[in-house]
């Protein structure tokens, strides 16, 4: 079952229109407040993000771009499972609550997968990007004699430290690309089940609701035919003392008439 509502603070809108029904629980509301705010958050870490992706590769792309990246990463990542469990503390409060509750946290559910499947999917195109345009450290050469076989020997040296260095760095900076990638797959197996929880528990409240519709109607039907049947027998009752009056009214008169003779 899928339901859809005008609330977009799922999206890559910078606003939120969340409406949250009327609720006692200040906890409820907390956990409510809590969640937008992270899905924003990751939001703007998402347009953060795709903004240097496109720096990547081009004469503005370096260390401080790099150091950017793996700092804003590093904080909506952060942000992931707290917000997980808060979803999943939210769906334990609302089993007993309220239809529209439960529709709020199906609501908050979907938005906070669908901004976390954009975030991995950015994810994704800054790892492979990254590590095809790897950034290299410069290397500082020490002054060379004047000796011709010195010099060509210090030469070959400088190249092989230079390549060693290279395939360091390169493996180093791989390594730490990757680590910033967030494994989104068992939360969203996660967020997929408390959804699927809460369209239960949805579905069992109108199949309640349809129920005791069902009921009241059977009720009102039963009513009305109790009252159509009250009404035939007073009427019947009105009938037979009508029949009675006028029976009795003529065996007056003739007895009166007897009586006379």
Known sequence: MSRKSTANYGTMETTSDVQFAGTSSNEFNSLCDNIVTNIYTINTSWKTLDSSLKAIGTPRDNKGLRDNIHVT????????????????????????????QKLQVEKLTDNFKEALANYSSLQKQLADKMKANLLTSPIEYEPMAEDPEYQQQAQLSRELAFEKEMLLDRELSIKKIEADILDVNEIMRELSAIVHNQEELVDSIENNIDATATN?????????KAAQYHRRYRKRLCIL?????????????????????
């Open 216 to 224: 009241v109607e059977d009720g009102t039907s039963q009513l009305q």
């Open 73 to 100: 990463q590093l904080s909506a990542n952060q942000l992931v499972p707290v917000t997980t469990s808060y979803l999943q503390k939210l769906n334990r409060i609302v089993k007993k609550g309220e239809k529209q």
């Open 241 to 261: 003392a009508l029949i009675g009056s006028v029976v009795l009214t003529i065996l007056v008169i003739v007895l009166v008439v007897e009586l006379k003779r």
